[in-house]
Structure formats: C-alpha cells, structure tokens
Nanobody, 120 residues
C-alpha cells in the first residue's frame, strides 16, 4: 500500500502565502509524476501543477507565476509554494502520485486533501 499525507493548508489573507507538503510512504520503487489538484466549492477538480521525476513542471494558467511545485525524491515529498494567494484559490488541495511502481504493479495514489481558504 501507498499512503499520501498532505499538510500546510489553512486560512490566509489575500496576498499571503502558504506552502503545502505531501509525503508518500509505503512499499514502492519509484514515483513517476507527482502533482497537486484542487476542487473549489461547486467546481470540478482541476490540475494545479505537476512535476515529473526528472523535474519537468507544468502549471494551470491561473497559477502561473504565483505557485511553484518542487519535489525531493530522497524524501518522497512534493511541495507547492503558493504566493500572492487570491480568494479564488480557495479549495481543497489534493496531492497525487501518478504511476507509483510497487511490487504489485503500478498504481495511482491520492491524498485525503487539505483545505486552503483565502480571505478577501
């Protein structure tokens, strides 16, 4: 089994910053792409940012220039630095580990989500 645990969410004023962390634990050999998704109230889940094992990144247009994704492969951890937060960034943020290679095969794993609330 593979477990993802997110931390770092909370309440922040508009213009502020938060840093989300996600640690992956369990029995696995490697993780391909790691990413952050979010689901705002009344909206569908959307990709915020992801990063490959080699460090290539992509971002949603709405967060480009404000958010930065990074990963520490030695710690099996992915981060999301969020700056210049806006009320529209309010959402539950989910960590994703895509194609985790385990002894039982490859799987896709999700965290339980962490709430980010940006007050205007």
């Amino acid at each position: 089994q593979v477990h993802l645990v997110e931390s770092g969410g909370g309440l922040v004023q508009a213009g502020g910053s938060l840093r989300l962390s996600c640690v992956v634990s369990g029995r696995f050999f490697s993780i391909n792409t790691m990413g952050w998704y979010r689901r705002a109230p009344g909206k569908q889940r959307e990709l915020v940012a992801d990063i490959t094992g080699g460090g290539s990144t992509r971002y949603a247009d709405s967060v480009k220039g404000r958010f930065t994704i990074s990963r520490d492969n030695a710690k099996n951890t992915v981060y999301l630095q969020m700056n210049s937060l806006k009320p529209e960034d309010t959402a539950v943020y989910y960590c994703n580990a895509g194609r985790v290679f385990t002894p039982a095969g490859a799987l896709d794993a999700w965290g339980q989500g962490t709430l980010v609330t940006v007050a205007s």
